[in-house]
């Protein structure tokens, strides 16, 4: 079964950066995308970016300009690099496996990781 571990997560100040990691295991598949989710407590759960195995990136309106979503395939390796923080961005984020079609819904993934807690003081 595919399983995914997040890391990089922590507390840094406004304006700063972080960039979070997903490791992928038994991807055997050629395409399928991988994308980063967050949530805040008492809030919904949002869909941040995602990569396809193809190269397709998308992104949430609220991340564009901040955060960059790539890979290291060979390694089953999704980075997420977030620059400019704000406290909004503080939440817990996931990343999660899907089909080849997937963008930034939650119900277009099959696999998730446990999650890495990102913390943004003012």
């Known amino acids: 079964e595919v399983q995914l571990v997040e890391s990089g997560g922590g507390l840094v100040q406004a304006g700063g950066s972080l960039r979070l990691s997903c490791a992928a295991s038994?991807?055997?598949?050629?395409?399928?995308?991988i994308g980063w989710f967050r949530q805040a407590p008492g809030k919904e759960r949002e869909g941040v970016s995602s990569?396809?195995?193809?190269?397709?990136?998308y992104y949430a309106h609220s991340v564009k300009g901040r955060f960059t979503i790539s890979s290291a395939n060979a390694k089953n390796t999704v980075y997420l690099q977030m620059n400019n923080l704000k406290p909004e961005d503080t939440a817990v984020y996931s990343c999660a496996v899907g089909g080849p079609w997937a963008r930034l819904r939650s119900d277009e993934y099959q696999y998730w990781g446990q999650g890495t807690h990102v913390t943004v003081s003012s």
């Open positions: 990569i396809s195995s193809g190269g397709s990136t």
């Open positions: 038994d991807l055997t598949f050629d395409d399928y995308v």
